[in-house]
């Protein structure tokens, strides 16, 4: 089955506990991405990859960090969360074979206390 | 930089109403356009896209979307909607960076609430 995985689906931590959230994909596709929802403003993008070791930022890249050293993975890192950081954040992937569709992970609840 | 703008923050309508959404984009090359629906408590699914010819598009559920180039809209409709269909609705535009890059930007969500 085609899917993106998420882990964790919830975490509470404190402010300055560096977190990784994991992303993994089984469809082969060379675009990843991180988004976080918060209330009334919709997905924001905070960093995406367009295959292994290239990656970008996003509209919201301030306090995270990404890396693509494999086609299926594309952790977020957060060196010292701080609670702006409390969001919904969802991993997509994507591949030019499907005109760029997003596929959504389950999403990863946080919260930075 | 592209920009999405979805007019509509939150929408009720009782059953077997006709729904559109509206959808706005800046961007003057060539795009791909999504229409995406998170129901409560899921992931965003997709809906509906347009990445070329016919500019109606018709996705899951009954809905269909009608893209007009010259307004730059993308909006979404359905002639009756369900209860089922309470959710949030994201439209979205892919578009080439100045790098080249393929980027994508998601409008604000428009939430429809469906009473029985």
């Known amino acids: 089955e085609a899917q993106v995985t998420q882990n964790p689906r919830y975490l509470i931590t404190v402010t300055g506990k560096k977190l990784t959230v994991t992303c993994s994909q089984n469809m082969n596709h060379e675009y990843m991405s991180w988004y976080r929802q918060d209330p009334g403003l919709g997905l924001r993008q905070i960093y995406y990859s367009m295959n292994v070791e290239v990656t970008d930022k996003g509209d919201v890249p301030e306090g995270y960090k990404v890396s693509r050293k494999e086609k299926r993975n594309f952790p977020l890192i957060l060196e010292s969360p701080s609670p702006n950081q409390t969001s919904l954040y969802f991993c997509?992937?994507?591949?030019?074979?499907?005109?760029?569709?997003?596929?959504f992970g389950p999403g990863t609840r946080l919260t930075v206390t | 930089a592209q920009s999405v703008s979805q007019h509509n923050h939150h929408v009720i309508l009782s059953e077997a109403a006709s729904l559109e959404l509206g959808c706005n984009y800046s961007?003057?090359?060539?795009?791909?356009l999504f229409w995406y629906v998170q129901y409560p408590g899921q992931h965003l699914q997709l809906l509906l896209k347009y990445f070329s010819g016919d500019p109606l598009v018709k996705g899951i559920k009954g809905f269909e979307a009608e893209f007009i180039k010259s307004k730059f809209s993308f909006n979404l409709r359905k002639p009756s909607v369900q209860w089922s269909d309470t959710a949030e609705y994201f439209c979205?535009?892919?578009?080439?960076?100045?790098?080249?890059?393929?980027?994508?930007?998601f409008g604000t969500g428009t939430k429809l609430q469906v009473i029985p």
């Open positions: 979205a535009v892919n578009a080439a960076d100045s790098g080249g890059y393929q980027k994508v930007t």
């Open positions: 997509a992937s994507s591949s030019p074979d499907e005109s760029y569709e997003q596929y």
């Open positions: 961007y003057g090359g060539t795009v791909n």
